[in-house]
Structure formats: structure tokens, C-alpha cells
């Protein structure tokens, strides 16, 4: 919806490997939001970005966790030294009234 | 904290029938109230959103509406079509803030 895409769809990774995934929201919100959808968590916020600063931190679970947005539009999210328990879809989202979300990234640690 | 709930979890019906999807939230200080659709493996589509001075929003077969002193909103689907079938998710926007509050989502199944 909204032209917001993300990539890569799918990822799995070693346990204790760092990941990064990246959201376009291709038609250039200034509002970007980070979600985690979990089995047992639903779907929960983790950051959101207002340009490229990110006033609202308050959801990243852990300090191996960490987001960038450059130029406004492009975002990453980073996940270091990756434990099982980081193993979601990753949702991205943009709009500052309704919010459209990207396809997601599953990523999957082993 | 805001919490959002749905009930139910799941529900079956078959083509044709008319259904009520119910979402209720804790803290009534909301900005706005988002649905949504999840189909499987998918991300989330957007299909209504409703702002805290609205009662309730119509698109096509789908009719939203919102209580916010009693934190509750509902999704009237009329008609209901086998590709309707897929997880509907209500989201909340508190007042203030950016980020949405999500239910835990009602998978709707129509049998054809």
C-alpha cells in the first residue's frame, strides 16, 4: 500500500549474526514506523521516524537493536548478534494520519 | 498502557451471511482508530480508518463504527465472500502519540 516496500522478504540467519533490513516507502512520507509481529506478541511498535530523526525509540526491546533513516526516505533496521527469540516479521509502515505498511520482512534465527 | 482486544478470536460462517467483527480498547484518549486486513504470509492492507470525532465509516461492503467512551469499535461485513476470508486487525492511535496499539486480530474464514 503506498508504494512502501521492503526487503529482503525472507532472511534467516545464524544465531549471534548481525541483520539488516531495509523499508523504501517509496512514496515519500516523512513518518516511518518499525512494527515486530511475533507469535506470541501480535504486533508491537518498535521506532518511529519523523524525517530522520527518531523521536520515539520507546519500542526496541533490547540495545542490539537500532534503526537509521537517511535522505527522509530510506530506513534500517539492525539487529545484532541475533538470538532466537528475534525470529518475527519485521513490518514497516509510513504516513503520518493513516499508516500503509509495507509486505514485511520474516526473518528466522537458527 | 493502551490495550486492544477482539473477540473473537476466529469465526466461520458461511457465503453470504452478514457478520460483526468487535474491537474494544482500555484508554478512551484516542486520535484515531485504524482496521485491517492480513492475509496470509502477507503485510497489512488498510480498509478503514476512523477519526476520534466520527462515528463511523462506510467503504463498499464494509460499514466501521466507534464508541470512544465506551472503547469500542465494530466491523459490519455484509455479504460475506469466500476471498474476504483473512485476519482482521483493529488499531488504535492514542492521543499524542504516533504509533498504533494492535488487537490480536479475528481470523475470518468464509465457506463458500
Known amino acids: 500500500g503506498a508504494g512502501v516496500s521492503q526487503s529482503p522478504s525472507n532472511k534467516v540467519t545464524e544465531k549471534g549474526k548481525d541483520v539488516e533490513l531495509r523499508c523504501d516507502p517509496i512514496?515519500?512520507?516523512?513518518?516511518l514506523y518499525w512494527y515486530r509481529q511475533s507469535l506470541g506478541q501480535g504486533l508491537e511498535f518498535l521506532i518511529y521516524?519523523?524525517?530522520?530523526?527518531?523521536?520515539?525509540k520507546s519500542g526496541l526491546p533490547s540495545d542490539r537493536f537500532s534503526a537509521e533513516r537517511t535522505g527522509g526516505s530510506v530506513s534500517t533496521l539492525t539487529i545484532q548478534r541475533t538470538q532466537q527469540e528475534d525470529s518475527a516479521v519485521y513490518l514497516c509502515?509510513?504516513?503520518?494520519?493513516?499508516?500503509?505498511f509495507g509486505p514485511g520482512t520474516r526473518l528466522t534465527v537458527t | 498502557k493502551q490495550e486492544v482486544t477482539q473477540i473473537p478470536a476466529a469465526l466461520s460462517v458461511p457465503e453470504g451471511e452478514n457478520l460483526v467483527l468487535n474491537c474494544s480498547f482500555t484508554?478512551?484518549?484516542?486520535?484515531?482508530l485504524q482496521w485491517f486486513r492480513q492475509d496470509p504470509g502477507k503485510g497489512l492492507t488498510s480498509l478503514l480508518l476512523?477519526?476520534?470525532?466520527?462515528r463511523e465509516q462506510t467503504s463498499g461492503r464494509l460499514n466501521a463504527s466507534l464508541d470512544k467512551s465506551s472503547g469500542r469499535s465494530t466491523l459490519y461485513i455484509a455479504a460475506s465472500q469466500p476471498g474476504d476470508s483473512a485476519t482482521y486487525l483493529c488499531?488504535?492511535?492514542?492521543?499524542?502519540?504516533?504509533?498504533?496499539?494492535f488487537g490480536t486480530g479475528t481470523r475470518l474464514t468464509v465457506i463458500p
Open positions: 509502515a509510513a504516513g503520518s494520519y493513516e499508516q500503509y
Open positions: 512514496s515519500g512520507h516523512t513518518a
Open positions: 521516524f519523523q524525517g530522520n530523526s527518531a523521536p520515539d
Open positions: 484508554d478512551s484518549a484516542i486520535y484515531n
Open positions: 476512523i477519526q476520534s470525532s466520527q
Open positions: 488499531a488504535v492511535r492514542q492521543t499524542g502519540a504516533n504509533n498504533l496499539f
